[in-house]
């Protein structure tokens, strides 16, 4: 007697498997900044400003990372609601696709914010990873959300 067990996604088409692994990866990256950003908030910006000082030279301009608990607490909560997110996305994504418009918007938004910062606050380096990342993540997400849309349309 065969035994056959079968994947919780096995009907599913190649785009929608890959688009599970997408949240599920997302999953892992926004949780881990979550707790990231949550122990250590300085770190990371003074970590940048390093960086930063060393590719740019003196002309490099620092943020502080003083006085930031505010928006840590922020920013933790919007990584964890989109962790959540994804988690519900990836268990039916054919389902839920519709919800990764909100990861887009959130991350479209913090793109263009931090653009908007880079540029009009003399170009610390920080900003510019951070638009960099946001707008990866946002692109990443973008192509793979099309490309299931379209294979379901």
């Not at 892992?28 to 122990?39: E, H, P, Q």
């Not at 994504?93 to 910062?117: D, E, Y």
């Not at 170009?123 to 638009?131: C, I, L, N, S």
Request: net charge positive; charged share 15%; aromatic share 16%.
């Amino acid at each position: 007697m065969q035994h056959h067990t079968r994947s919780k996604h096995s009907g599913s088409t190649w785009q929608e498997r890959q688009f599970v692994l997408l949240m599920r990866i997302w999953m892992l990256l926004f949780s881990g900044a979550a707790i990231f950003f949550a122990f250590f908030p300085h770190q990371l910006i003074d970590a940048l400003n390093t960086i930063g000082e060393k590719l740019i030279g003196e002309r490099a301009i620092s943020i502080s990372s003083e006085g930031s608990h505010f928006f840590v607490i922020l920013s933790v909560a919007l990584l964890l609601s989109l962790t959540y997110l994804c988690a519900i996305i990836q268990k039916n994504p054919v389902r839920h696709v519709g919800s990764t418009r909100v990861i887009l918007l959130a991350k479209f938004t913090s793109s263009l914010g931090f653009l908007i910062c880079f540029f009009t606050l003399g170009w610390p380096f920080a900003y510019f990873v951070a638009a960099f990342v946001d707008a990866f993540i946002f692109l990443i997400t973008l192509f793979f959300y099309l490309r299931l849309v379209k294979r379901r349309a």
